[in-house]
């Protein structure tokens, strides 16, 4: 595997986690009923999503790429 493939797998695996995760708090957020599950587990993900771009980059400043 090459780097760029490796590269890749690596942000695959940081948005999946995140993803994952957010929609997993978005859904418990929802049994407050404050939001529909549905609306509460998508705004979740999406939050996860650009969490895990954060973290990732800042992974990545810190390494020095």
């Known amino acids: 595997m090459d780097d760029d493939s490796r590269d890749f ?3 695959v695996d940081a948005l999946a986690k995140g993803i994952i995760a957010g929609a997993a708090i ?15 587990v ?4 999406l939050a996860g ?3 895990a771009i ?4 800042r992974q ?3 390494a020095g790429k």
Do not use: E, I, Q, R
């Open 42 to 45: 998508v705004l979740g993900g």
């Open 60 to 62: 990545d400043d810190k």
């Open 9 to 11: 797998m690596k942000w």
């Open 54 to 57: 954060t973290f990732k980059n």
């Open 26 to 40: 978005g859904y418990l957020f929802s049994l407050t009923d404050m939001m529909a599950p549905g609306k509460a």
């Open 49 to 51: 999503c650009l969490a």
